[in-house]
Nanobody
Framework: QVQLVESGGGLVQPGGSLRLSCAAS????????IGWYRQTPGKQRELVAD???????HYIEAVKGRFTISRDNAKNTVYLQMNSLNTDDTAVYYC?????????????WGQGTQVTVSS
């Protein structure tokens, strides 16, 4: 019902920046909360940041002050600007769209994009 495609990952040096994009199609994008998650081998996938349908952002402590999440509903796209990257940020980053309707949760995931922070 909702297709999510991430892009913008790559290799960057410590202290560098990347901007991830999540392009959505197939449903009404503006009705979903969009989140960025990340996962490394052997670890649980964790929420990094999300943004509500009203545009209110939320960040985990590890990325506060460094990452910025934003959405452009006209373009059906959510961005994650990542600054001051360190090696602990290395992970596969996934875009997630979710909403609750009639007491049911709807979740959709992208395929992921690799972010590698290394000197």
């Amino acid at each position: 019902q909702v297709q999510l495609v991430e892009s913008g990952g790559g290799l960057v040096q410590p202290g560098g920046s990347l901007r991830l994009s999540c392009a959505a199609s197939g449903s009404i994008f503006s009705t979903y909360t969009i989140g960025w998650y990340r996962q490394t081998p052997g670890k649980q996938r964790e929420l990094v940041a999300d943004i509500t349908i009203g545009g209110t952002p939320h960040y985990i402590e590890a990325v506060k002050g460094r990452f910025t999440i934003s959405r452009d509903n006209a373009k059906n796209t959510v961005y994650l600007q990542m600054n001051s990257l360190n090696t602990d940020d290395t992970a596969v980053y996934y875009c997630n769209a979710r909403r609750t309707q009639d007491f049911l949760e709807y979740n959709f995931w992208g395929q992921g994009t690799q972010v590698t922070v290394s000197s």
